[in-house]
């Protein structure tokens, strides 16, 4: 039973990895996304059902588009199967419980925010205003011990990125500061300076890949936006144990 749970999450997440896609690429844009129909950004032919089925129509079309040959987008078969795997794993770690819904709702930013930062280094306000209120409701309905820590973890996510904006002088953005106090609500006080820390060496050690390889110059910007996305995903599911393993190392 638990194998065909861990199975239908994957294949949910496929499905919503796609609208996700979506999403992440309109909103910034201010492009509707609930009533329009996705279509090729080349040559803006209208997408058959049968060229929108996740990963598979990019495996068949050879990441191809059928009407004018240019190529598809690694990110969107990316972004869909991330998802998939995020939602199995949601359910794996949590059960059909009610913490399992938050899951569901942090990754389901995460990947949203990925796409979007990834595509134009940008956080948009419209989707965290829109995920502030679930999260509230869900640490109300599933709360912490103690349960003011999601409010200092909010608060506590905005003030470490508000300081080293004020420090780098905008080295870094509002949206990721935004982020980072919806993350504190969700993950609670301890937990945010883990998600901080391990975007830090994240970010140092793939920039440094990046500026070793010559993929980008040091004057170029880079989104820390992913940096974020991937510390949250491994404190979500890991962060218990590097919790545990970080104090024990103390004692």
Known sequence: MDTILILLFFLLGLIFGSFFNVVGMRVPQRQPFTNDRSMCPQCTHQLKWYELIPVLSYILQHGKCRNCRENISLLYPSTE???????????????????LATALLLMSLLVIILVSDIRYM???NKIL???LPLFIIMRVIQPFEPWW???????AGVLILAAIILISRGGMGAGD???????????GLEKIFVVFFLSCVIGAVIGSGLLIFKV??????????PHI????????F????????YFNGLM
Do not use: H
């Open 81 to 99: 199967l991330i998802t998939g795997v995020l939602f199995a794993f949601c359910y794996i770690k949590n059960g059909l419980t009610p913490e």
């Open 149 to 155: 820590s999601s409010i200092t973890g909010g608060l």
């Open 238 to 245: 890991n962060g218990d144990v590097l919790l545990n393993w």
């Open 122 to 124: 940008l956080i948009p």
């Open 177 to 187: 500061m935004k982020l980072f106090g919806l993350l504190g609500i969700v993950l």
């Open 129 to 131: 205003l829109f995920f």
């Open 229 to 236: 996305v991937a510390a949250a995903v491994i404190t979500y």
């Open 216 to 225: 980008i110059d040091r004057k170029q910007p880079v989104p820390f936006g």
